[in-house]
């Protein structure tokens, strides 16, 4: 089963960044830590599937508005990281990290905006009507090219640039 993913937490480690938990992915468990990220939290929680045990609405803490921009920031910050400062990042070369980058910026965007968490497709289709003209071409070519297509760096650091700007400006 390699498409199969499972985390397994522990109640008390929800929401603290690299807290105990264990992850099934690629056909292998492995200790790790748990996914402190509110935006993961948010999407189980409105439409996530419980295989055993309690239905996490009784036991995650509430996801606060400040916890979802730290954790938005962090996402684009990650993003920046491997794509603009850190020129020998593995990840820069690889078409399907940038093609992640392009979508993922689109739904922190619309995380932002609207409150809600949406697949990135999702989100990169709202974000196409809503961003500036000069961002539009990196987004389309994201999600309406072969999967191989590598997109080029400088529109999408411009696109993630944007992205921070506003995460920078909104309240």
């Known amino acids: 089963m ?5 985390t ?4 008390r480690e929800l929401l603290q960044f690299n807290g105990d938990g264990w992850l099934y992915q690629f056909g292998r468990l492995s200790r790790t ?5 509110p935006i993961v939290w948010v999407n189980i929680l409105e439409c996530g599937r419980v295989v055993f045990g309690a239905d996490p609405h009784t036991f995650v803490p ?5 916890l979802m921009r730290a954790a938005l920031k962090r996402e684009i910050g990650y993003l920046r990281t491997e794509l603009v ?4 990042s593995v990840w820069r070369r690889r078409a399907a990290y ?16 609207t409150g809600r968490v949406a697949p990135k497709r999702t989100a990169a289709v709202w974000a196409l009507r809503r ?10 070519r994201a999600i309406t090219r ?13 696109l993630l640039q944007h992205v921070e700007r506003r995460l920078g400006a909104s309240t």
């Open 2 to 6: 390699r498409r199969l993913q499972l």
């Open 8 to 11: 397994i937490l522990i109640q």
């Open 33 to 37: 830590g748990s996914d402190g990220n």
């Open 62 to 66: 509430p996801i606060t508005p400040a």
């Open 85 to 88: 400062t850190k020129r020998t």
């Open 98 to 113: 940038r093609r992640y980058a392009a979508v993922t910026a689109c739904r922190v965007l619309y995380t932002l905006e």
């Open 131 to 140: 961003l500036p003209s000069v961002h539009r071409a990196i987004v389309r």
């Open 146 to 158: 072969p999967v191989g297509t590598r997109l080029p760096l400088g529109p999408l650091r411009a």
